[in-house]
């Protein structure tokens, strides 16, 4: 009989134990995204929701926050320099989201177009 409720309780408490412990946590999107190399871009997510970079051409200040998972990006504003060759995709930001340690970035119409690389 003791063995019986020996089990039954430390049944009990694993289950319990289970439910305590808390969602996985989100990644953190505060840091630097992308390379710091000419004609790449790169955005850094401060704390307090600010950021900066450039989209390999321009370059780019604004604010970020972060909901249900998503960063949302407030208006960019950039310089408006033309430099050949250099896509300036990242202009086009409006939001992001961490899938497998990069920032997907997505526009507007939550369409991806292009990704950054979390900077060691």
Partial sequence: MKKI????ALGAAL???ACAAGPAEEPN???TWGV????????VLEEGGTLHGTDGCNRL????EESDGKVVFGPLAGTRMFCEGVDTWLSDA???KIVSGSLEIFNAKD????TLKHSE
């Fill in 5 to 8: 409720g020996l089990a039954a």
């Fill in 15 to 17: 289950l319990l134990s």
């Fill in 29 to 31: 999107p505060v840091g």
């Fill in 36 to 43: 710091t190399e000419q004609g790449k871009p790169q955005l």
């Fill in 61 to 64: 200040v604004g604010t970020w």
């Fill in 94 to 96: 409006t939001s992001a």
């Fill in 111 to 114: 369409a991806p177009i292009g």
